[in-house]
C-alpha cells in the first residue's frame, strides 16, 4: 500500500478504463528507453534500428505510410479483425501510429499457406474499415497531405512452396515444378526477396550443393557486382539477418564471376580450384570446397547484362551437364524479367519517395515561417534522411559583411544506435573555423563535389582534428534568396554507405537547397510583415492615448514673459525639482533654449518651440515619476552643467542642442514599467524594439515622430550635415539613459579620468563624456537637498511598487525587493547600495574632470548620511520589537 492507500491493482484497474489518460500520459511522459523497451517486448526493432538504414534494400527501408507497402496484417488494420472497436478515438490515434511505422516488405515467407492466404484476403478487406477511420481523423493540414500522397500500390502475394515440397515436385513432375518456380519469383517485387527466392530455386532445379546471385550495379559510370544473398544453401532462409547487410561485392572482369558478366559467355568447369579465374576467397567465406561450377549471365529484354547467377558442387559429386546448362539458361530468362521488374519497382519507389519528402518539404515551409532556425532544421532533417548522409550544415552568409562571414551555423549529424549524436549540434568548433570550401561556394555561386576529402588542397584537415569527425566526401552548394543572390551554403558530408556522392544525389541536393533558400526568404518576408504589425499596434496605441496641442494654447503661452534664468535658479545645481508648476516648466525650457543661444543659432521659430514643447509635454504619461516634471528637470540639470562646469567650451552647438532635446524626450511615453517588465509581459514594445534598451529606443522614436510632425521640426533650418549629426548624438544621448549601457561606459570613462588622458577632441572621448554627463543628470535628484531627494525617492518607489504588484498578481512572479512592496521598509539600505555602487563612483569621476562637479558629490553624500540615519533607526525599531516578542 502507497502513502496514499492505493495499491496497484487499483492503478491499473484505472488505467484500464481511462485508456485516453493513459495514452496521453505516455506520450508526454515516455522516453526513448522506454519506447525501445516496449517494441522490443513485442517483437518490434529498435528507433534507432529503424533509423541504422541497415535491414534491406531501398523498398524495406521506407519509413513512410506513403510508401508502396504490404503487410502480414493489411493496411490500417489490427490482428484481431473479428475485435468490435468500442473507442474509436484510441484505436484511431493507434492505427495511425502504425501505418507510420510497420512498413517493411514481407512478401515472401517460405511458411505461408493457403490458409493464410485467405487469412490475409480477409484482413485486406477489414482494411477499407481502417480506411474509412482514418478519413474521419481531423482533417488537419498534415492528415490530409498524408492521405493524399500516399500509394495506392499493393505489391502482388503468392505462396511460396517450402523447399520439401519443391523437391518432391520436381521428382515428380518436373514441368509442373518449372511452372511452380517460374510463377513464384513473376510475383516477386521486392528485390531483396526476389534474388533470395532464385538463389533457393536454382539450388533446387541444378541439385547444387550452393549458389549465388549478384546484380550488376552501376554507380559513377563503374559497374561493380553485388549480391544481398550471397551463398544461399538450401534449407536456409532466404531472409538475410536484420543485424548485417550479408553483402558481397565482386569487381567488373575479376574472378569467374567478374569475367563471365564482362563477356557474357558461360562457365561450366569441373575443377573450379584449377582455374587461374577462380578466387579462393569464395570458399572462405563460404566454408565449401568448390569442385564443379556453373556460371551463366542474365540478361534483361535488351540482351545487356543484368546479373550473374552461379551454382557450385552438382549432387552427388557429379559434373553441370549440357542439359543443366540448357535448363538453367531457361529459367535465368524468367529471371531476367522477374529482376527487370523488380528494379523498375525499386526505382520507381526510390523516386517516388523524393517527390514525397519534397512534397512534405514544400508542406513544411508554408506550414513553419515564423523561424529561420526551425525552417532549416525541418529541410536539414529530410534532406539526411534522404540522402542518407552522415551529417548535414547550413551556413547563412552575413549579408552586411562585403567579405565572405557565416553569420549563422545549423549543424545535424546521424544518431548513433545508442540514441546520442556523434557530434553535439553545439560543437561547431570545425564549420566556424577556416571553411575554405563552404567560402569558396559562398563566393563563387558554385557546386563543389569532393568524393575524398583528403587529396584536396581546398578542405581544411584541421578542422576534423578540431571536431574529432572523419570526413570523407561533401557535397556543397550555394543557397540563393528569390533575387538569385546567395544568403548561405548547405553541405553534405559522407554517405552512410561509404561512397562518393553521385548525380542524383546533387540533383536531389540542389533541390533541398532551393527549398531552404525559399524558406528562409519566406522567414524573412514574414519577419519584415510581422514588425509592421507590430510598429502600427505601438503606433496606434501611442496615438490612442496622445493627441496634438491646439492652436490656442500655444499661442497663449507664446505670449508669457520668460522671466531670467536666475529668477527661478534655472542654473543651480540645487534648484528646486518641485517649483515650478506644468505651465511655468514649459516657459524655463524656452529660457534654457534662449540662454544657450540655440533658438538663435538654429534659426528655431517661437512657434515650432513652444508646439514642440508643449507636444512633448502631452506625450508624457501621468505616472508618478518618469513624466514631464523629471523630463525638465533633467533638463534644468544639464543647462547647470554646461552653464557652471565649463562644457559650452566642450560642447559643441550642436551637441548642446541634441543634449537638450534628448534630455527633454529621453523618458517619452514612459509606462511606469522598465525594460524587464517589457520583456516578462512580451509587450508590443519588446516585439518590436527587442530585449536591449527596449524602453530607450522607444523614446527615441517618438522623439522623431513628433519632431518630424508638422510645426514640430527643431531642426528644419538646418544643414543636412548638422542634421545628420544632431539626430545621430540624440539617439546615442537617449541610448545612454539605459543603466544596462552605462555600466559599459562608466568603466571607459573611468579609464579615461584615472589615466588622465582626457582629450575631448577626441570622438570617442566626447561619446563617452556625452553619455556621461546624460546619466549624471537623469540621476541628479540624488544630490539636491534631502526634501527634495526625499520625495523623488517617494515617487520612484510608488512607480516600482506598482509594478511589483503587477509581477505578483498578473505574472504569478516574486518581484525583486526593490519593487515589493511588503519590503519597503528596507528603502534606506537599498538607497545606501544605490549610491554607494552607482551615484558616487561617477560624481567623484567627473569631480576629476572638472572641480565645478565637485557640489554634486557633496550632495550626495549628505543625502547617503540621512538615508543611513534612517536605515540605523530602521534597525534600532526591529531589535526593539524582537526584545518585546513581536
Same mark, same amino acid.
Given at each position: 500500500m502507497g502513502t496514499l492507500g492505493i495499491d496497484f491493482a487499483q492503478v491499473q484497474e484505472w488505467l484500464d478504463k481511462n485508456t485516453e489518460c493513459m495514452?496521453?500520459?505516455?506520450?508526454?511522459?515516455?522516453?526513448?528507453l522506454l519506447i525501445n523497451k516496449w517494441l522490443i517486448s513485442h517483437g518490434f526493432h529498435t528507433l534507432q534500428e529503424y533509423v541504422s538504414g541497415k535491414r534491406g534494400s531501398m523498398s524495406r527501408d521506407s519509413g513512410s505510410p506513403a510508401s508502396p507497402t504490404v503487410t502480414d496484417n493489411g493496411f490500417f488494420s489490427d490482428k484481431d479483425i473479428s475485435h468490435r472497436r468500442s473507442n474509436s478515438k484510441k484505436h484511431l490515434r493507434h492505427d495511425y501510429a502504425r501505418s507510420?511505422?510497420?512498413?517493411?516488405?514481407?512478401?515472401?515467407?517460405?511458411?505461408?499457406?493457403?490458409?493464410?492466404?485467405?487469412?490475409?484476403?480477409?484482413?485486406?478487406? %477489414?482494411?477499407?474499415?481502417?480506411?474509412?477511420?482514418?478519413? &474521419?481523423?481531423?482533417?488537419?493540414?498534415?492528415?490530409?497531405? %498524408?492521405?493524399?500522397?500516399?500509394?495506392?500500390?499493393?505489391?502482388?502475394?503468392?505462396?511460396?512452396?517450402?523447399?520439401?515440397?519443391?523437391?518432391?515436385?520436381?521428382?515428380?513432375?518436373?514441368?509442373? #515444378?518449372?511452372?511452380?518456380?517460374?510463377?513464384?519469383?513473376?510475383?516477386?517485387?521486392?528485390?531483396? /526477396?526476389? =534474388?533470395?527466392?532464385?538463389?533457393?530455386?536454382?539450388?533446387?532445379?541444378?541439385? *547444387?550443393?550452393?549458389?549465388? !546471385?549478384?546484380?550488376?550495379?552501376?554507380?559513377?559510370?563503374? =559497374?561493380?557486382?553485388?549480391?544481398?544473398?550471397?551463398?544461399?544453401? *538450401?534449407?536456409?532462409?532466404?531472409?538475410?539477418?536484420?543485424?548485417?547487410?550479408?553483402?558481397?561485392?565482386?569487381?567488373?572482369?575479376?574472378?569467374?564471376?567478374?569475367?563471365?558478366?564482362?563477356?557474357?559467355?558461360?562457365?561450366?568447369?569441373d575443377?573450379? &580450384?584449377?582455374?587461374?579465374?577462380?578466387?579462393?576467397?569464395?570458399?572462405?567465406?563460404?566454408?565449401?570446397?568448390?569442385?564443379?561450377?556453373?556460371?551463366?549471365?542474365?540478361?534483361?529484354?535488351?540482351?545487356?547484362?543484368?546479373?550473374?547467377?552461379?551454382?557450385?558442387?552438382?549432387?552427388?559429386?557429379?559434373?553441370? &551437364? !549440357?542439359?543443366?546448362?540448357? $535448363? #538453367?539458361?531457361?529459367?535465368?530468362?524468367?529471371?531476367?524479367?522477374?529482376?527487370?521488374?523488380?528494379?523498375?519497382?525499386? %526505382?520507381y519507389t526510390v523516386e517516388y519517395d523524393r517527390n514525397r519528402v519534397l512534397l512534405e518539404v514544400a508542406h513544411d515551409l508554408f506550414e513553419e515561417q515564423t523561424s529561420v532556425e526551425k525552417v532549416v532544421q525541418k529541410i536539414m532533417q529530410k534532406a539526411q534522411s534522404l540522402l542518407k548522409c552522415e551529417r548535414c550544415s547550413v551556413l547563412l552568409r552575413d549579408q552586411n559583411s562585403e567579405k565572405v562571414v557565416f553569420s549563422k551555423v545549423f549543424d545535424l549529424v546521424v544518431p548513433k544506435r545508442n540514441g546520442h549524436t556523434s557530434l553535439s549540434r553545439e560543437n561547431i568548433t570545425d564549420l566556424k573555423m577556416g571553411n575554405k570550401i563552404a567560402e569558396i561556394v559562398a563566393s563563387t555561386g558554385e557546386t563543389v563535389n569532393i568524393a575524398d576529402a583528403y587529396q584536396?588542397?581546398?578542405?581544411n584537415m584541421q578542422a576534423d582534428k578540431a571536431s574529432g569527425f572523419r570526413t570523407r566526401c561533401i557535397l556543397c552548394k550555394p543557397i540563393r534568396n528569390s533575387s538569385m543572390k546567395c544568403i548561405g551554403v548547405a553541405q553534405t558530408i559522407n554517405r552512410t554507405d561509404g561512397l562518393p556522392f553521385d548525380d542524383h544525389d546533387d540533383q536531389l541536393f540542389e533541390a533541398f537547397t532551393i527549398f531552404c533558400g525559399l524558406g528562409i526568404n519566406n522567414c524573412i518576408l514574414y519577419d519584415e510583415v510581422k514588425r509592421a504589425a507590430v510598429t502600427q499596434a505601438v503606433a496606434l496605441e501611442v496615438l490612442s492615448y496622445h493627441a496634438t496641442v491646439p492652436a490656442d494654447e500655444v499661442y497663449k503661452i507664446k505670449n508669457i514673459p520668460v522671466p531670467e534664468a536666475k529668477e527661478w535658479n534655472l542654473t543651480g545645481f540645487d534648484f528646486n525639482d518641485y517649483s515650478l508648476d506644468s505651465n511655468e516648466m514649459i516657459?524655463?525650457?524656452?529660457?534654457?533654449?534662449?540662454?544657450?543661444?540655440?533658438?538663435?543659432?538654429?534659426?528655431?521659430?517661437?512657434?515650432?518651440? $513652444?508646439?514642440?514643447?508643449?507636444?512633448?509635454?502631452?506625450?508624457?504619461?501621468?505616472?508618478?515619476?518618469?513624466?514631464?516634471?523629471?523630463?525638465?528637470?533633467?533638463? @534644468?540639470?544639464?543647462? *547647470?552643467?554646461?552653464? /557652471?562646469?565649463?562644457?559650452?567650451?566642450?560642447?559643441?552647438?550642436?551637441?548642446? !542642442?541634441?543634449?537638450?532635446?534628448?534630455?527633454?524626450?529621453?523618458?517619452?511615453d514612459h509606462r511606469g514599467t522598465n525594460n524587464a517588465f517589457q520583456q516578462k509581459t512580451s509587450s508590443h514594445l519588446a516585439q518590436l524594439y527587442g530585449t536591449k534598451a527596449t524602453l530607450e529606443h522607444h523614446h527615441f522614436n517618438h522623439a522623431v515622430m513628433i519632431l518630424n510632425s508638422e510645426g514640430h521640426n527643431l531642426f528644419s533650418n538646418?544643414? =543636412?550635415?548638422?542634421?545628420?549629426?544632431?539626430?545621430?548624438?540624440? +539617439? @546615442?544621448?537617449?541610448? *545612454?539613459?539605459?543603466?544596462?549601457?552605462?555600466? @559599459?561606459?562608466?568603466?571607459?570613462?573611468?579609464?579615461?579620468?584615472? =589615466?588622465?588622458?582626457?582629450?575631448?577632441?577626441?570622438?570617442?572621448?566626447?561619446?563617452?563624456?556625452? %553619455?556621461?554627463?546624460?546619466?549624471?543628470?537623469?540621476?541628479?535628484?540624488?544630490? +539636491?537637498?534631502?526634501?527634495v531627494q526625499r520625495r523623488t525617492a517617494s515617487l520612484v518607489m510608488t512607480e516600482f511598487f506598482e509594478q511589483g504588484d503587477k509581477e505578483r498578481n498578473e505574472?504569478?512572479?516574486?518581484?525583486?525587493?526593490?519593487?515589493?512592496?511588503?519590503?519597503?521598509?528596507?528603502?534606506?539600505?537599498?538607497?545606501?547600495?544605490?549610491?554607494?555602487?552607482?551615484?558616487?563612483?561617477?560624481?567623484?569621476?567627473?569631480?576629476?574632470?572638472?572641480?565645478?562637479?565637485?557640489?554634486? !558629490?557633496?550632495? $550626495?553624500?549628505? /543625502?547617503?548620511? /540621512?538615508?543611513?540615519k534612517l536605515d540605523e533607526q530602521r534597525l534600532a525599531d526591529q531589535m526593539t520589537m524582537n526584545d518585546n516578542g513581536c
Amino acid at each position: 500500500m502507497g502513502t496514499l492507500g492505493i495499491d496497484f491493482a487499483q492503478v491499473q484497474e484505472w488505467l484500464d478504463k481511462n485508456t485516453e489518460c493513459m495514452q496521453e500520459y505516455f506520450v508526454k511522459k515516455a522516453d526513448i528507453l522506454l519506447i525501445n523497451k516496449w517494441l522490443i517486448s513485442h517483437g518490434f526493432h529498435t528507433l534507432q534500428e529503424y533509423v541504422s538504414g541497415k535491414r534491406g534494400s531501398m523498398s524495406r527501408d521506407s519509413g513512410s505510410p506513403a510508401s508502396p507497402t504490404v503487410t502480414d496484417n493489411g493496411f490500417f488494420s489490427d490482428k484481431d479483425i473479428s475485435h468490435r472497436r468500442s473507442n474509436s478515438k484510441k484505436h484511431l490515434r493507434h492505427d495511425y501510429a502504425r501505418s507510420k511505422t510497420r512498413n517493411t516488405f514481407r512478401t515472401f515467407d517460405p511458411t505461408t499457406t493457403s490458409t493464410s492466404v485467405e487469412s490475409t484476403i480477409e484482413k485486406r478487406r %477489414s482494411s477499407l474499415k481502417g480506411m474509412r477511420q482514418f478519413l &474521419s481523423l481531423p482533417p488537419t493540414s498534415v492528415n490530409m497531405l %498524408s492521405m493524399l500522397i500516399s500509394s495506392k500500390i499493393r505489391l502482388p502475394r503468392y505462396a511460396s512452396k517450402d523447399e520439401e515440397f519443391k523437391r518432391e515436385l520436381r521428382g515428380f513432375n518436373e514441368k509442373e #515444378f518449372f511452372l511452380e518456380i517460374v510463377k513464384e519469383i513473376s510475383h516477386e517485387l521486392d528485390l531483396r /526477396n526476389l =534474388s533470395g527466392k532464385i538463389v533457393n530455386n536454382i539450388q533446387i532445379l541444378l541439385d *547444387a550443393q550452393g549458389s549465388s !546471385l549478384f546484380l550488376v550495379e552501376k554507380k559513377q559510370g563503374k =559497374s561493380e557486382l553485388v549480391s544481398k544473398v550471397f551463398d544461399m544453401c *538450401a534449407g536456409t532462409s532466404t531472409l538475410p539477418s536484420n543485424y548485417g547487410d550479408n553483402v558481397v561485392k565482386v569487381p567488373w572482369g575479376q574472378g569467374i564471376i567478374g569475367y563471365v558478366a564482362e563477356t557474357g559467355l558461360t562457365v561450366n568447369i569441373d575443377r573450379a &580450384s584449377q582455374d587461374p579465374r577462380y578466387n579462393n576467397e569464395v570458399d572462405t567465406i563460404t566454408g565449401h570446397e568448390t569442385d564443379s561450377l556453373l556460371c551463366m549471365p542474365i540478361r534483361n529484354a535488351d540482351n545487356e547484362t543484368i546479373g550473374v547467377a552461379q551454382v557450385i558442387n552438382k549432387r552427388p559429386d557429379e559434373s553441370f &551437364s !549440357l542439359d543443366d546448362e540448357k $535448363v #538453367f539458361e531457361t529459367y535465368l530468362a524468367f529471371c531476367g524479367m522477374a529482376i527487370s521488374n523488380a528494379q523498375m519497382f525499386e %526505382s520507381y519507389t526510390v523516386e517516388y519517395d523524393r517527390n514525397r519528402v519534397l512534397l512534405e518539404v514544400a508542406h513544411d515551409l508554408f506550414e513553419e515561417q515564423t523561424s529561420v532556425e526551425k525552417v532549416v532544421q525541418k529541410i536539414m532533417q529530410k534532406a539526411q534522411s534522404l540522402l542518407k548522409c552522415e551529417r548535414c550544415s547550413v551556413l547563412l552568409r552575413d549579408q552586411n559583411s562585403e567579405k565572405v562571414v557565416f553569420s549563422k551555423v545549423f549543424d545535424l549529424v546521424v544518431p548513433k544506435r545508442n540514441g546520442h549524436t556523434s557530434l553535439s549540434r553545439e560543437n561547431i568548433t570545425d564549420l566556424k573555423m577556416g571553411n575554405k570550401i563552404a567560402e569558396i561556394v559562398a563566393s563563387t555561386g558554385e557546386t563543389v563535389n569532393i568524393a575524398d576529402a583528403y587529396q584536396d588542397t581546398r578542405f581544411n584537415m584541421q578542422a576534423d582534428k578540431a571536431s574529432g569527425f572523419r570526413t570523407r566526401c561533401i557535397l556543397c552548394k550555394p543557397i540563393r534568396n528569390s533575387s538569385m543572390k546567395c544568403i548561405g551554403v548547405a553541405q553534405t558530408i559522407n554517405r552512410t554507405d561509404g561512397l562518393p556522392f553521385d548525380d542524383h544525389d546533387d540533383q536531389l541536393f540542389e533541390a533541398f537547397t532551393i527549398f531552404c533558400g525559399l524558406g528562409i526568404n519566406n522567414c524573412i518576408l514574414y519577419d519584415e510583415v510581422k514588425r509592421a504589425a507590430v510598429t502600427q499596434a505601438v503606433a496606434l496605441e501611442v496615438l490612442s492615448y496622445h493627441a496634438t496641442v491646439p492652436a490656442d494654447e500655444v499661442y497663449k503661452i507664446k505670449n508669457i514673459p520668460v522671466p531670467e534664468a536666475k529668477e527661478w535658479n534655472l542654473t543651480g545645481f540645487d534648484f528646486n525639482d518641485y517649483s515650478l508648476d506644468s505651465n511655468e516648466m514649459i516657459i524655463a525650457a524656452i529660457r534654457i533654449f534662449k540662454d544657450t543661444g540655440l533658438i538663435r543659432r538654429f534659426k528655431i521659430e517661437i512657434d515650432t518651440l $513652444v508646439r514642440w514643447l508643449l507636444t512633448v509635454r502631452k506625450n508624457y504619461r501621468n505616472v508618478a515619476y518618469h513624466n514631464w516634471r523629471h523630463a525638465f528637470n533633467v533638463c @534644468q540639470f544639464m543647462f *547647470a552643467i554646461i552653464t /557652471n562646469c565649463g562644457m559650452d567650451k566642450v560642447l559643441s552647438h550642436v551637441e548642446r !542642442l541634441a543634449m537638450i532635446v534628448a534630455c527633454l524626450c529621453h523618458d517619452l511615453d514612459h509606462r511606469g514599467t522598465n525594460n524587464a517588465f517589457q520583456q516578462k509581459t512580451s509587450s508590443h514594445l519588446a516585439q518590436l524594439y527587442g530585449t536591449k534598451a527596449t524602453l530607450e529606443h522607444h523614446h527615441f522614436n517618438h522623439a522623431v515622430m513628433i519632431l518630424n510632425s508638422e510645426g514640430h521640426n527643431l531642426f528644419s533650418n538646418m544643414t =543636412s550635415e548638422d542634421y545628420v549629426s544632431v539626430t545621430t548624438i540624440l +539617439k @546615442q544621448c537617449i541610448l *545612454a539613459t539605459d543603466l544596462s549601457l552605462h555600466f @559599459q561606459i562608466r568603466s571607459k570613462f573611468f579609464q579615461i579620468v584615472e =589615466s588622465g588622458s582626457c582629450n575631448w577632441e577626441d570622438r570617442d572621448h566626447k561619446e563617452v563624456l556625452r %553619455s556621461i554627463l546624460m546619466t549624471s543628470c537623469d540621476i541628479a535628484s540624488i544630490t +539636491k537637498s534631502w526634501d527634495v531627494q526625499r520625495r523623488t525617492a517617494s515617487l520612484v518607489m510608488t512607480e516600482f511598487f506598482e509594478q511589483g504588484d503587477k509581477e505578483r498578481n498578473e505574472l504569478k512572479i516574486q518581484p525583486q525587493t526593490m519593487m515589493d512592496r511588503e519590503k519597503q521598509e528596507e528603502l534606506p539600505k537599498l538607497q545606501m547600495g544605490w549610491i554607494d555602487g552607482v551615484c558616487v563612483p561617477l560624481y567623484k569621476a567627473l569631480g576629476k574632470v572638472n572641480d565645478s562637479f565637485e557640489p554634486m !558629490l557633496g550632495g $550626495v553624500m549628505s /543625502n547617503r548620511a /540621512n538615508w543611513e540615519k534612517l536605515d540605523e533607526q530602521r534597525l534600532a525599531d526591529q531589535m526593539t520589537m524582537n526584545d518585546n516578542g513581536c
